[in-house]
Structure formats: C-alpha cells, structure tokens
C-alpha cells in the first residue's frame, strides 16, 4: 500500500508581492511560493499543495498578522462563493495589480518590444456593474464550519431530531471549488435590483409550494438555474431552467414571478432533463414579452436573447470597445475584418468610422444575432459569415469583399489558433487591433504575430473589480 504524503507546513511567512490570476507569492529559501486568499503583507502558516524543485502552491492555513492594505469585504459571502476574489483589496490596489499583471504577461511570455503601457482604465461602478448572473438552485447547501455550529447547537437545544441540519435548498451560486455545494446568496452586491429579489422570492414560492431544488450528485429535481439580464434600457429578462417538464408546476411557478415582478420585460423558462446546465442546445420558451431585451452602447441598439452572447459590464463594454475604434484608426473608406465577431456588436460600434464590416465567427446562431443586429442599426455596410476564418478567408473571398485594411480580433481566452495567427501575418493588414480577456495567451499571439507586426499601443480596461480578471487591447501595425 502507497504511503499517503504528508502535507509540509511553512510557518510565519511573509507575503511579499502579487503574482497572477488572484495568487500572490512569497519566497522560502530560494523557493517562490504561489498562495492564495492572501494580500502582500500578511504573514501567514502555509500548507503547501504542491512542492516542486523551484517553486510550490499552497494556502493559507493561519493568519498571524494581516496586511496593512487590507480593507473590510463589504459582502457577507466574500471567500465561500466563486465570484469575487479581491474585495478585500482597495480598488486602487487592485488596479495597480492589474497593470503588473498586463506587463509581467507581456514582457516574459511575450518577449516582444513594447511601447509604454498605458494606465489601465478602471471601472466607475464597483459595485452592481454586472448586466447578466446566473444562480444555481441546489440540494447541497455550502455550510461554513461557523453555520454548522450554529444550526447544529439550535437542532440540540430544541425539540428537533436534529432535521434542521438538512437544508431544503440553496440558492446562490457555486462554493468556490466546489461543483456540487451551492451558497445560500442572501445579497450579491454585482447586479441592480431586483436581482436578489426575485432570486429570494423564487426560493420561498419553492418551500412553500413543495417544489425541490436540483441535485447536482443525482441528478434530479425541479428548479435547476436562473439567468437574470438587466439592461441599462430599463428592459430585463429571466429565464428559469427546470429539470422536470411538468406543465403544472411550471405555470404556477411563471404566473408568481409575473405578478411578483410585472415590470419584468422577457420572462422564459427552460426544460432541460441533461446532466449538464448549458443552453447552446436547448429551446427557452417565452412565457411573457418578446423572449429578448434591447441595450444599447452609445446609440447602436442590439438585441439580446437567453443564448447571445453579450459584455457582461454594459458600461465598461461601452469603454472597451471606444478604446478598440480609436486604435482601429478608421478614417470611413476601410475595409474592416472583426475576427471572432460573436453576435457583431464590436463590427458594428466600429461601423460609422468604416467603409465596410467583414464579421467572421465559428457559431452559426452567434452570426444570426449580429444579422439582426446589424438589420436593427439600419446598416447596409455589414457582412458577417458563419465559419472558420482560416478557411473563409481564402484567396475568392479577398477577390469577392477585398483585403482587410484593418483587422479586430477578440478571441476567447485560450488565445487565438496558431494558424489564425499565421493566416493575420498572410493577410497583411496595416493595423491589427487585438482585444483580449487573458493577456497570457495574448502575449503567446503577440510573439507569433512579431513576424510581421510591431506592437504600437496597450490599454489595460478592468471590466470586473473585485475579480482577478483584466481585457487587454493592443495596436498592431504592418512592419
């Protein structure tokens, strides 16, 4: 039999500085150790999870001193849910951060030359920013070690066989780490009201009227997720997944949320009886309104459905994509290719400065919604095609719509295929605009890309305070 490891333990170290992707690192003999749920400053026991040659992971497993930059979360679930890792950081710190990552990434995974990085571009909502949640609803609710305590001393002082220990439910979101323990969410403080209204309403209508939430570990049960879409418009869309398609319960349950909540625009729900919560390949109904809602980025209208894609930060998206039009340098006569273009809203914010949009995308729906989109802005410029651009961008397609005088790219974060970018050094564009949400794998394309490009400009934008995400959007020009 293998003898189990015993996990080494690292006393009284100091946090020197942040790393990446939420870690921040100390330094024991030599060895760099990346830890997380610290601040540099504190002064920490570790246990490691990993201890290699040059470097470990571990974590936090007592506090004997705490950071001087630290500040109080203003959230109640702040570290047991999957959302926000930093709230215990000021939002300038957090900022600075932010730009150490962008220029770390860039310099030792790119090894390119680079021009001055420009100040990142903070958000000015920290708070209920986000226009799209998703909470789950689930059996296996997430009890820190103080709540069992508690329930448990109440399950004992009471004429209770203990029965108050079973929760009947959860309703929030994941527990960090944890795929099948939901936290119980009282306030998330990311999203407008009425999203943790209707959330609360909806899981007391369940208690009260006998409908169960999903078991993740079983797979069964009524109430799965909700998707919540709040619009700077005033409009706003929930769509309900349900694991069970009873017609009775659904219809109870839509006609509480509509007389609950009637200014409500779009309201859907879902049946899905798979083992996993993606929508790409089941069919909303529309129980009430049109089934979409409208927003709007500067004065171009899109219309947003339960499966489109959309920035998440409505306002901050407005800003990102200002920053991607001025370094589009468009002057009304180029032809302007939008790579990984999903539903066109970048193509389009950029087409008053173009002659003419090529959007290029791999998912047929996603080029749908930017056909609409483009048809609700009245533009006759647009031209979006559903396919892989190193494939669609042949030599009779450049023969059909012309060269691409400027090329945008926004690829999700795993980075754009070496082959595109192989296929954007044949295309030999003046200008390459290159907006990411992982300046890791931006900085990988930024190196191929050296080929033939020079690197002209950076803007950090931070879309998501309180996370340990950051976008990135660099000019490129033709060398």
């Known amino acids: 039999m293998a003898r189990k490891k015993k996990n080494i333990t690292l006393e009284n170290v100091l946090i020197e500085d942040y790393a990446a992707e939420g870690k921040s690192l100390a330094r024991v003999e030599g060895k760099v150790i990346f830890v997380e749920q610290v601040v540099p400053g504190d002064v920490v026991d570790i246990c490691l999870t990993k201890n290699k040659k040059d470097w470990g992971e571990g974590w936090p497993l007592r506090f004997h001193s705490y950071s001087d930059k630290r500040v109080d979360p203003f959230c109640t679930h702040f570290g047991t849910c999957g959302g926000c890792q930093w709230q ?73 066989d203990g029965g108050d220990l079973i929760s009947p439910g959860a309703a929030g979101f994941h527990a960090k780490g944890s795929w099948s323990k939901v936290v119980d969410i009282q306030t998330c403080h990311l999203q407008s009201e009425p999203t943790n209204d209707i959330r609360l309403a909806i899981k007391k209508y369940a208690f009260q009227n006998g409908l169960n939430f999903y078991n993740l570990r079983e797979q069964h049960g009524f109430l799965r997720t ?17 694991g069970e398609d009873d017609p009775e319960k659904i219809e109870g349950l839509m006609q509480f949320v509509l007389a609950q909540f009637p200014g409500i625009t779009s309201l859907l729900y879902t049946v899905n009886t798979k083992r996993n919560d993606s929508l790409h390949d089941l069919e909303p109904v529309v129980y009430h309104g049109k089934g979409y809602v409208i927003e709007k980025l500067e004065d171009f209208q899109f219309k947003i459905g339960p499966k489109s894609f959309f920035q998440t930060n409505t306002r901050q998206g407005e800003e990102l994509y200002r920053i991607t039009r001025d370094f589009a340098e468009l002057t009304g006569r180029e032809t302007l290719y939008d790579l990984y273009c999903g539903t066109g809203s970048i193509g389009i914010f950029c087409s008053q400065n173009a002659g003419k949009i090529i959007g290029v995308e791999m998912i047929d729906a996603a080029i749908e919604d930017a056909k609409e989109n483009a048809a609700l802005n009245n533009l006759d410029k647009t031209h979006f095609y559903a396919g892989d651009v190193i494939k669609v961008c042949d030599d009779d397609f450049f023969a059909k719509h012309g060269r691409a005088d400027v090329i945008i790219t926004d690829p999700p974060r795993a980075g754009m ?39 002209t400009k950076i803007q950090p934008v931070d879309m998501f305070p309180h996370t340990l995400h950051i976008e990135n959007v660099v000019q490129l020009k033709l060398r």
Not at 140 to 158: P, Q, V, W, Y
């Open 88 to 160: 215990m950081l000021p939002y300038d710190l957090q900022l600075q951060y932010k730009q150490k990552q962008v220029q770390d990434n860039l310099k030792r995974i790119g090894k390119v030359q680079l021009p001055e990085i420009w100040p990142i571009i903070g958000a000015k909502n920290i708070k209920r920013y986000r226009n799209k949640i998703e909470y789950t609803f689930g059996t296996d609710e997430f009890l820190t070690k103080e709540e069992f305590n508690r329930r448990k001393a109440a399950a004992l002082s009471g004429p209770s």
């Open 417 to 455: 295929h070496e082959k595109l970018v192989q296929k954007i050094n044949e295309m030999a564009a003046p200008t390459v605009v290159y907006v990411s949400c992982n300046p890791a794998t931006q900085a990988r394309d930024l190196a191929l890309l050296d080929e033939k490009y020079m690197v």
């Open 226 to 242: 909700m998707q919540v879409r709040l619009c700077e418009t005033g409009e706003w869309m929930a769509n309900i997944m349900v």
